[in-house]
């Protein structure tokens, strides 16, 4: 979608990626792991949803919820004593939801050696006002070439999340109108 696409109401001046780009870093400890005795994935899912919650408000300008979140991957185990970073930015834009991006990285917290990416995730966030009602974000102004990849690789992902749930939605009125309940 592009700014020409949005009604009057919805002009509002594009950010570039950078602007809402951010960094959380957290050293894992022992309260955060799993009977495995690694850090539990949802201690993970709780970083990722909380740093895309801030680059969505970033870019929104005020508050945002989360929609949805798809592709979640845990590439590597986590584990005590790891500092992790992880990283997030819009993707795109639609008229009052972003996708965020978010890669996991570890690195151990006493060794030189490079991070590692040990996870990634994808969400969408819905820009609501103070009555909770969606509200117009800014477009995203893709900066890099990379920005510009993960902008269309966003919108495919856009396309395949709307195809699935019109789907569903079809499968469910055919049931209904079967006189079959779920």
């Known amino acids: 979608m592009t700014i020409q696409d949005r009604s009057p109401e919805q ?15 957290h050293i894992m400890t022992g309260s955060d792991t ?3 005795g690694t850090v539990h994935g949802g201690v993970i899912m709780k970083l990722v949803d909380d740093v895309a919650g801030a680059v969505a408000g970033r870019h ?23 500092l992790v970073h992880v990283k997030a930015q819009v993707n795109w834009t639609g008229r009052s939801s972003m996708e ?7 690195e151990r917290w006493n060794e030189s050696t490079p991070a590692i990416q040990v996870g990634s995730a994808y969400l969408v966030f819905a820009a609501v006002d103070e009555n909770g009602k969606p509200r117009p974000v800014p477009q ?10 993960r902008y ?5 992902r856009r396309t395949h999340r709307l ?3 019109r789907a569903i939605k079809e499968l469910r009125d055919a049931r209904a109108a079967e006189g079959i309940e779920d």
């Open 11 to 25: 002009e509002i001046a594009g950010k570039p990626t950078s602007a809402a780009r951010t960094t959380l870093s």
């Open 34 to 36: 799993n009977l495995l």
């Open 60 to 82: 929104s300008g005020g508050p945002a919820v989360t929609a949805s979140m798809d592709e979640m991957a845990f590439l590597e185990p986590v584990r005590v004593g790891d």
């Open 100 to 106: 965020v991006g978010v890669r996991v990285l570890a």
């Open 140 to 149: 995203v102004l893709p900066e890099t070439e990379k920005d510009r990849r």
């Open 152 to 156: 269309q690789e966003a919108q495919i």
């Open 163 to 165: 195809a699935r749930r």
